[in-house]
Antibody
Framework: EVQLVETGGGLIQPGGSLRLSCAAS????????MSWVRQAPGKGLEWVSV???????YYADSVKGRFTISRDNSKNTLYLQMNSLRAEDTAVYYC????????????????WGQGTMVTVSS | QSVLTQPPSASGTPGQRVTISCSGS????????VYWYQQLPGTAPKLLIY???QRPSGVPDRFSGSKSGTSASLAISGLRSEDEADYYC??????????FGGGTKLTVL
């Protein structure tokens, strides 16, 4: 079964660091584009970052320089390292598989995890 | 402030047809595909429409998407109570970053 399971969320103080994990099953993370999307409480979806199968990475301006997306091919797992956390980073973080087209690039978020909650508060 | 603009709410009665709009710019919707996601209460988003007007396997044909210029719309015909959810439009922009609309809460009266 194709599945994504996020872990690593929790309560963290402002300025702190946290690493989220997203374990994949049923497909290979390294052969796909993978993304993180977050949703603040009661708010809409916000794209955070994407990593291409070739290793290129892109970030939303709101997290650039503070967050790092990566993957461990041996563990078939995607990560999001979050540093210098702020109150406005409080959200449910979803990982998602991104379909891609060799001509048009990234496509739909076709598989989503259940999300993990990150709360930044003192 | 979301990059793509959607109405915050929409409503309809069972059996009705409802449309949700999504407005962007030349760097996102104007030059890339549009996607729609459905988020039922307390659950993760689910892909509803991809590449402007394509339905993934399992999505009823009551759901349809269209795009014109820098705008797109989602139409739901034969509205059912289980369609009550939040709907988000999305696209990739020319800088290879994802963008979402603010979401539309659909109420089935």
């Amino acid at each position: 079964e194709v599945q994504l399971v996020e872990t690593g969320g929790g309560l963290i103080q402002p300025g702190g660091s946290l690493r989220l994990s997203c374990a994949a099953s049923g497909f290979t993370v390294s052969s796909n584009y993978m993304s993180w999307v977050r949703q603040a409480p009661g708010k809409g979806l916000e794209w955070v970052s994407v990593i291409y199968s070739g290793g290129s990475t892109y970030y939303a301006d709101s997290v650039k320089g503070r967050f790092t997306i990566s993957r461990d091919n041996s563990k078939n797992t995607l990560y999001l390292q979050m540093n210098s956390l702020r109150a406005e980073d409080t959200a449910v973080y979803y990982c998602a598989r991104v379909e891609y087209d060799w001509i048009n690039g990234p496509d739909a978020f076709d598989i989503w995890g259940q999300g993990t909650m990150v709360t930044v508060s003192s | 402030q979301s990059v793509l603009t959607q109405p915050p709410s929409a409503s309809g009665t069972p059996g009705q047809r409802v449309t949700i709009s999504c407005s962007g710019s030349s760097s996102n919707i104007g030059s890339n595909y549009v996607y729609w996601y459905q988020q039922l209460p307390g659950t993760a988003p689910k892909l509803l429409i991809y590449r402007n007007n394509q339905r993934p396997s399992g999505v009823p044909d009551r759901f349809s998407g269209s795009k014109s210029g820098t705008s797109a719309s989602l139409a739901i015909s034969g509205l059912r109570s289980e369609d009550e959810a939040d709907y988000y439009c999305a696209a990739w922009d020319d800088s290879l970053r994802g963008v979402f609309g603010g979401g539309t809460k659909l109420t089935v009266l």
